[in-house]
């Protein structure tokens, strides 16, 4: 039987020229276009998008590949302000608006699979079926997480009601289902109960940027410093982390207090975080925000960091935390189920509520002869970091199995 066309659907990526940085959702359509591109032959992959103005075509794969590296460097670089950013949109969207095509339909005998890493457009089901009818093309989808359903106060205002329907049009249409940990198949399984099919369905854990064991520290900083690396918004929980730091600053000498530096652009909700930033004296000169960060850059302040803190209430795989740990740093972070998946036995893992235990955890790491970083070094060695090729062996395994069963 003849191998199937691999149709990736690029929209998320198009819809976020305006921003410089990426989000981890950004990061995983992007590995899987690298990936597709390096691991099946030309005439089997193509790319596709749905245009801002709803109308969804074929991509040049010249300007496809060109638009790809322009991306990639950028985030590398992270650099320009706004009004760099909408000159980099503008310059894409003229380029690449000409290149969506109507897909011609499948020769005789050939299979076709809609593939999409991104929650991109699924809150539209008659868009998507539509796609589906133009490729004829089965349909496989990877699950980030149910986070917006089981906790609607975290979500964007009507965050909840769009992601219903984007998780009723992947069980209704969807061919193969991936999920990105046991913990988002264990919360999409309810939905899949109800919708009476049986798609096909795998768990491939995301994977990490290569190179981050050999990144070197672009700062040296006495005290220590931690990252924190993740969109400012309420389920992060970075209010548990400034108010850990000023009581650390109130009751420390000033050279004796580590440094706090939040990677992550500002999301939703977060009035009471961005007020600490912006007017709480204490907290000045002992935390810092980095909301435009380069790839090359965040890798480098994760490589010389004491520790990575994650204290969020729900995640649905948790890559800071492989990728800290692939660097060879220490990690403290909420006991959750997707956060055990990505790093094993190696973390403390800790109640997202538990200030003393949070507080008394970053002094030892802070600490010359940290005894919580040796015992996480020693656990480390049976660890193993998730690679993307792995991930994308069982995409591609999924995308057989759902054009040929």
């Known amino acids: 039987m003849k191998e199937a066309e691999v149709v990736l659907d690029l929209s998320r990526l198009l819809s976020r020229l305006l921003h410089s940085t990426p989000t981890g959702v950004d990061r995983v359509e992007m590995a899987y ?69 109507f897909p011609k339909p499948p020769a005789s005998g050939a299979r076709r699979v809609y593939l999409q890493a991104s929650p991109n457009n699924l809150t539209q089901p008659n868009l998507v079926a539509d796609i589906l009818r133009r490729e004829r093309a089965r349909f496989v989808c990877l699950v980030h997480d149910l986070i917006p359903l089981e906790y609607p106060e975290y979500a964007r205002p009507n965050g909840a009601r769009l992601h219903r329907e984007r998780i009723l049009t992947i069980t209704q249409q969807a061919s193969g289902i991936i999920a990105n940990s046991q913990a988002t198949l264990a919360s999409l399984q309810p939905w899949l109960a109800r919708s009476n099919r049986l798609p096909l369905i795998d768990v491939a854990r995301l994977g990490t940027m290569s190179g981050l064991r050999d990144a070197t520290a672009a700062v040296s900083m006495q005290p220590p410093y931690f990252l924190c690396i993740g969109t400012i918004e309420p389920r992060k929980n970075h209010l548990l982390l400034l108010n850990l730091w000023r009581r650390l600053a ?104 538990d200030g003393l235990g949070w507080q008394a955890a970053i002094q030892d790491l802070a600490s010359p002869g940290s005894a919580l970083a040796a015992a996480q070094r020693q656990r480390s060695a049976a660890w193993r970091a998730p690679t993307w090729p792995e991930h994308l062996a069982i995409v591609l395994n999924m995308l057989h199995r759902a054009v040929n069963e």
Not at 47 to 62: C, K, N, Q
Not at 88 to 98: I, M, N, Q, T, V
Not at 335 to 350: K, S, T
């Open 250 to 353: 109130e009751r420390q000498r000033p050279e004796n207090v580590p440094k706090l530096i939040l990677v992550g652009r500002r999301g939703w909700e977060n009035e009471q975080v961005i007020d600490m930033l912006e007017r709480c004296p204490t907290l000045a000169g002992y935390v810092e925000e980095k909301g435009r960060l380069g790839d090359r850059a965040t890798q480098s302040l994760l490589a010389g960091a004491a520790g990575l803190l994650l204290p969020s209430f729900a995640e649905g795989f948790g890559m800071p935390v492989a990728e800290a740990l692939a660097a060879g740093v220490p990690v403290l972070c909420s006991d959750l189920p997707a956060l055990r998946e990505a790093g094993g036995d190696v973390p403390l893992y800790l109640d997202p509520l």
């Open 33 to 101: 276009a690298r990936g597709l591109l390096e691991l099946l032959p030309e005439r089997r992959v193509a790319f596709a998008a749905v245009h801002p103005s709803g109308v969804y075509g074929r991509l040049r794969r010249d300007a496809v590949l060109a638009f790809l590296a322009a991306t990639e460097e950028r985030w590398d670089q992270a650099g320009g302000g706004d009004g760099r950013s909408r000159r980099f949109a503008a310059y894409w969207w003229l380029r690449l608006s000409p290149s969506l095509r």
